[in-house]
């Protein structure tokens, strides 16, 4: 990342290491802004009962993070021993190659940065309520955690392959933006979805946006909108499903869709 691409970014990466890691230092975080985390806990807390997947809740339910910003290192010691993952702080949005690789070691990157006040509703750049809240519960399901370690591999080699944007479009509609078909309905999966005060319950109940089952070509090539709700979601059937539907070799795959044409995610 060019000292230029940083100075448009929020965090501090005047002191991150080579893989962009940096310490969190949680004793430096204001009674306010642990204030202002619990209250976008509660919020969400009401909301993810009638529209997260029942995965996420179980999980949710391993981390006592209601009392204000987690302390990481307290998190690792019950995270490592469930599926062998950490989470690293991380001054904000980080180069594609450390991120891919820190994923692909079973380390998930967290920003320290907390959102202002009057951002409570809407920020343009994960902040740790988002990277914490929609992020890391998920990585206590075994399944789910495995699919995001051979995501980061898939990411180093989409790199070789200049195929990063098609590649990221996965990642938006499954880890960000991610719906799964539950016995209750669809419900959501995806962090951006989690940790949204109004998106939450427009992607399970509002009848504007498309809910496709989940294609894997067609998610390469369906294009995506970061300053506004979704026009189209994709629907899992279970964290199995997508382990199983992304396991095969992407290199074929990416040949074919390059040749073929953007979707707009509006389109039928």
């Known amino acids: 990342m060019t000292a230029e691409a940083r100075s448009n970014l929020r965090g501090d990466y005047s002191h991150a290491a080579p893989d962009y890691t940096v310490e969190q230092d949680w004793g430096a975080y204001s009674e306010a802004e642990h204030a202002l985390f619990r209250r976008l806990y509660e919020r969400q807390a009401k909301l993810v009962p009638r ?145 949204s005060g109004g998106e939450l319950a427009y992607c399970v109940e509002d009848p504007k946006p498309r809910r496709r089952p989940f294609e894997l070509e067609r998610m390469l090539r369906t294009d995506y909108r970061i300053d506004r709700y979704q026009d189209c979601y994709f629907v899992i059937d279970s964290f199995g499903q997508l382990m199983r539907e992304t396991a095969p070799d992407f290199t074929p795959i990416y040949a074919r869709v390059r040749g073929m044409a953007v979707l707009d995610p509006a389109a039928p």
């Open 51 to 195: 529209y997260a997947c029942p995965e996420w809740i179980d999980a949710i339910a391993r981390l006592d993070a209601g009392r204000g910003i987690p302390d990481f290192a307290e998190v690792n010691r019950s995270l490592s021993r469930a599926t062998g993952w950490r989470i690293v702080a991380v001054p904000g949005l980080i180069p594609d190659e450390p991120f891919f690789t820190h994923l692909a070691s079973k380390r998930f990157p967290v920003t320290v940065w907390l959102r202002k006040p009057e951002e409570f509703d809407y920020i343009v750049e994960p902040d740790v309520f988002h990277d914490f809240f929609g992020h890391v519960p998920l990585l206590y399901d075994r399944v789910y955690a495995d699919h995001l370690a051979e995501y980061g591999k898939g990411g180093l080699k989409a790199m070789r392959l200049d195929a990063i944007r098609m590649l990221a479009r996965l990642y938006w509609y499954t880890i960000e933006f991610g719906l799964m078909k539950t016995p209750a309905g669809v419900r959501a999966y995806g962090a951006g979805l989690l940790s």
